[in-house]
């Protein structure tokens, strides 16, 4: 899993919910491959190249486009568990959720949580509404801890930033002077590597992914990422490792 340079408390990342998505420009590329230890068979479905978004001020979004839809997907900000009926038993298992049989409401574990405390019923946090997978919308933003459920084998990708450019940080408005924001209209990111575990989209399994921290890169802004740069976070998506295996 990746080293998780700079802490950020999943608390300070909750009240950036809603604030996702930022500009939903294309941002540039990453250099992305397999754990060296992986058989070429598990290499090849890590050869997509990610790109880059602003996620929120500060926070950039490392992104692989999916080859096909989850099979369920957890949305904190709307309290919604959408999934499809087929993959229900599944992925109640890897959400660790217990369904209530009167309101049929998924009680779900945060992250944080200790495991095998039973969830009270009308906990607002940690209640969903089961909808099916169809009205999932693929372009909903991410919030933190939101999760999704995919086909296929946990491989390790290892994400490096060798300055890579992400452009569209930010629009000017005509009608505001930009000199006084310290933002620049362009950047350069170098960060990483990030190995982190995901889906490698086989048939052969399911595997849960969280929309959490990976790290911290540097942001330039010129393109030879020399100087001094500001740090920012790296979110995206991966399996969490267990409390307690860290290390």
């Known amino acids: 899993m990746c080293d998780e340079a700079t802490s950020l408390s999943r608390r300070g990342f909750v009240r950036l919910v809603g604030l996702a998505a930022g500009s939903g420009v294309a941002a540039g590329v990453v250099s992305c491959g397999p754990d060296r230890a992986r058989s070429d068979a598990d290499a090849s479905p890590l050869t997509d190249r990610p790109i880059l978004t602003e996620w929120a001020d500060g926070i950039v979004q490392v992104e692989t486009p999916a080859r096909e839809l989850p099979i369920a997907y957890v949305s904190m900000a709307h309290r919604l568990v959408f999934v499809d ?10 959400l660790r959720a217990h369904i209530s049989v009167s309101t049929w409401h998924w009680r779900i574990p ?3 949580d200790v495991e095998g405390v039973p969830i009270a019923p009308g906990d607002e946090l940690r209640e969903f509404e089961e909808v099916s997978i169809r009205e999932w919308d693929p372009s ?18 290892r994400l490096t930033l ?27 990111l170098r ?35 020399a100087g001094a740069g500001e740090v920012v976070q790296i979110v995206g998506w991966a399996t969490r490792t267990p409390k307690g295996a860290e290390g």
């Open 140 to 157: 909903m933003p991410p919030a933190m801890d939101d999760i999704r459920i995919r086909r296929g084998r946990p491989v390790v990708r």
């Open 110 to 112: 945060l992250p944080d």
């Open 162 to 188: 060798d300055c890579v450019e992400l452009t569209g940080v930010r629009t000017v408005d005509v009608e505001v002077d930009a000199s006084n924001d310290p933002r620049p209209l362009e950047a350069w």
């Open 85 to 94: 009926p087929e993959f229900r038993d599944r992925a109640s298992w890897l």
């Open 191 to 225: 960060g990483g590597p990030y190995d982190v575990v995901v889906s490698d989209e086989s048939a052969a399994d399911t595997v849960r992914e969280d929309f959490r921290l990976f790290g911290t890169a540097l942001r330039f802004r010129g393109r030879t990422c």
